[in-house]
């Protein structure tokens, strides 16, 4: 299969790009010399690379950061979502475009609602959230209307090594690496309350290989391991594997102005189109993000 990875520079899309070479794929990478934001730059990348499968990773993807700039957040990922499909139909009809959203989308919700699947209702709480709904419902008409093979994917929280320290995972987990090493004693930190669910990226980039391959066309797809888990439950295991001993002093510069209190998924629809479930457990992954900080 020849897949192009829309965004295959990033975090996501070294692992993704990996693991398709692994099994066989021919890889082509899209990422910053193309801008999705225009048309004729994408159709002409696609119209190169020809691909059976493009993986639109592509995105801005920060939370805290698309307060800063929404307009800007949904012209790349609401704008640059349709410039891609477009540019499939004109050049690869035939082809499967696996569009990434987030479980963001989902947004603020009661603990009675829990596990969210492809049927809960989404309610955006931020800009990002709602530029990656919006995405949807471009992604999810071009599936409709054009009879195109579009797959909506929604993962939940993902975390691995290479991750940039602009998350939260990885944030922490740098920070108390340097911490440890300059003998401090206190770490600033944001809300640790709010509970996410976790899964390896190495464990998600399966499931989109998978959703290419047996996904079906016009459906929305969770990728989540069904349990959540606060950031001060991170924090306290980040800790424990980096032997430090250190005090939490929350800064109120580092709390988003809205955030969703607690997010966990029901896979069930992905497990029985595909049999994915996640393998890495999250011990081992945190283990793994310190690592790639002390080296």
Known sequence: MRALITGGGGFVGHYLSALLERSGDEVEICDLET???DLDSISARIKDVQPD???????????????LDPSKVLTVNVVGTGNVLAAARRHVPDATVLAISSAEVY????????PLSEVSEVRPASPYAASKAAAEQVALQAARGFG?????????NHVGPGQAPAFAVPALAKRIVDAKESGATTLTVGTLTTRRDFTDVRDVVVAY??????????????????VDVSIAEIAASLLTLAGADLEFV?????IRPVDVPVLRGDAG???EATGWSPRIPLEATLADVLESFRT
């Open 250 to 254: 929350e800064d109120p510069a580092l």
């Open 148 to 156: 195109q093979r579009v797959i909506v994917v929604r993962p939940f």
């Open 53 to 67: 499968a493009i993986y639109h990773l592509a995105a801005l993807a920060h939370v805290g950061d698309s307060w």
């Open 209 to 226: 290989r998978l959703l290419v391959e047996k996904g079906a066309a016009g459906e929305v797809y969770n990728v989540a391991s069904g």
């Open 107 to 114: 947004g603020i919700v009661t603990p009675n609602e829990l």
């Open 269 to 271: 629809r992905l497990r």
């Open 35 to 37: 801008d999705i934001t």
